[in-house]
C-alpha cells in the first residue's frame, strides 16, 4: 500500500491534470516530486511519442519492449516487481503513468487502427 503523502501528492497531480489539460513544465516537475525517476522516464517516453492506442488497447514502447498497459496495471519486470508487491511507495510504473497522462490530456499518442487479424 502506498503512503498517505504519495496518494495526497498523486491525486492533486491528476487532479491539475484534468483541469489544465496540458503538460506544462509545472506539471512535468510535479510528475517528477511524486513519482522520481519513473516519472522522468513516463515523460520521456509521451515526448518521444512511444504511447501507442490500438482501438481500445493501450500500449507503451520501453527501452526493451512493448508493454501493455490497463487501467495502472502493466505487463512489465518493474510492475510485477515492484509495484504489484509494494516494494516501492509509487502506484504504477513508468509505462503506466505514461499511459494514464496521455490518456487524462487525449494526445500525445499515435493512434494505430485495430489489427484486422
Not at 84 to 92: I, L, N, P, Q, S
Amino acid at each position: 500500500m502506498v503512503s498517505a503523502a504519495f496518494q495526497r501528492g498523486r491525486d492533486e497531480l491528476f487532479k491539475r491534470l484534468k483541469r489544465d489539460k496540458v503538460l506544462s513544465p509545472e506539471f512535468e516537475r510535479g510528475v517528477m516530486d511524486v513519482y522520481g525517476g519513473r516519472g522522468k522516464r513516463a515523460l520521456e517516453v509521451i515526448k518521444r511519442r512511444r504511447v501507442i492506442r490500438r482501438g481500445q488497447r493501450w500500449f507503451v514502447r520501453g527501452k526493451a519492449d512493448e508493454y501493455e498497459v490497463v487501467r495502472a496495471f502493466c505487463t512489465c519486470r518493474d510492475y510485477v516487481m515492484n509495484i504489484a508487491t509494494e516494494k516501492v511507495d509509487v502506484d504504477m510504473c513508468y509505462h503506466a503513468l505514461a499511459k494514464n497522462i496521455c490518456e487524462a490530456l487525449n494526445a500525445y499518442y499515435v493512434l494505430e487502427p485495430k489489427s484486422k487479424s
